[in-house]
């Protein structure tokens, strides 16, 4: 299907053929035998403390990578749209007798992209930093809903909810290496989903509307119905992270623990990882879950007890802060955009010469006859 349309006398361009580098195919079997290996070879601690938080907080920046890193549409509400993913799929298993596992996880999915296209419509007619308070608000009224009316947490006292047990096809996912692997199989499955829906040619008008929605209005592109299902898939990637996040990090959860915070960590990791990168959010997930524990190491072999631990975390944390700005400023555009460089000159006698093919970061576009 042509991106542009025909236009009277003018023969409409075909969409340009996206193929993988070798370095890519590399890259992506380097990761499944790593992947692979820790399942072999981690503990507990690794299981439950650091890979599984990895993975959500990667496919949670994911979500929002779709929505501000391909469509151009800000967004302060991610952790709203966790929450309502992880309620949802525990009322979904309580209430529904026999739902399977991830069946839960993905009608937690639908509901967060149903606020999605609510909390969406406002896109239409405003942006930047208007749209930044609408889902703003989303983040305080779900927040509030789920506090205030106890049905959705089992009439709780304490409104927790307890995660059911991990079971899939009669296999129990409940060991730590079990949950790991069960968010490992979810988030490599959405993560190729992402790359193949981005490649496509609702990709390319989320990016049209992003670079100038006007534009690409006056081109026919539906920019309205562009912007609610960029909402509504972002919602319901976050929403299977909330849900994996309750089940398969916490085993339980509050709404208090989907608050601003959250949603600013997952910020954090799209604007560490690349925006407008489907490697990004796992290499920025990888620094927001990973720096802080190597501080935490470092400062105790060779501090040791010098320092008393409250002034340490927070000595920890304005280094980390520290460096975030250090890293935006110098590298805006994040670390895939490093990855990217350094890959592009490992691979450059592999990029087809005298072809009058054109290098895009992580593809190779070949012209189409």
Known sequence: MAFFPSLPGVQPRPAPRLRSRPTDLLAAAGFAVAAAAIAWIGND??????????????????????????????????AAFMAVGAFAA?????????????ASFALGGLAAALLGLLFGLPSLRIKGFYLIVSTLAAQFFVEWVFTRFS??????????????????????????RGRYLLTLGIVLGLAVLARNLVRSQTGR??????????AAAVIGIPVFRAKLLAFAVSSFYCG???????????????PHGFDLDRSFQALFVVVMGGLGSVTGPFLGAAFVVLFPIFLDRAAGAWL????????????EKV???????WFVVREPEGLARLIFNVRDRWSRPLS???????ALPGFTEEKSP
């Open 45 to 78: 601690y690794w299981f439950s403390a650091v890979l599984v938080p990895f993975l959500v907080l990667a496919l949670a920046g994911l979500g929002l990578n779709l929505l501000t890193g391909f469509a151009g549409q800000l967004s302060l509400g991610t």
């Open 90 to 102: 525990y009322d979904f298993q309580l209430r529904i007798p026999g739902m399977p596992l991830l």
């Open 151 to 176: 049905w959705f947490s089992n009439d709780s006292a304490s409104g927790v909810i307890s995660a059911p047990p991990l079971v899939v096809l009669g296999h129990d996912f409940g060991t730590p």
């Open 205 to 214: 008008s989320w990016m049209a509307v992003r670079d100038m929605d006007t």
């Open 240 to 254: 299977v992270a909330g849900a994996l996040w309750a089940f398969a990090y916490l085993g339980t959860v509050e």
């Open 304 to 315: 040791g007890g010098a320092i008393d631990p409250g002034t340490l975390q927070n000595l």
């Open 319 to 325: 280094l980390f802060g520290g460096l975030v700005i």
């Open 352 to 358: 087809p010469r005298g072809t009058g093919a054109v």
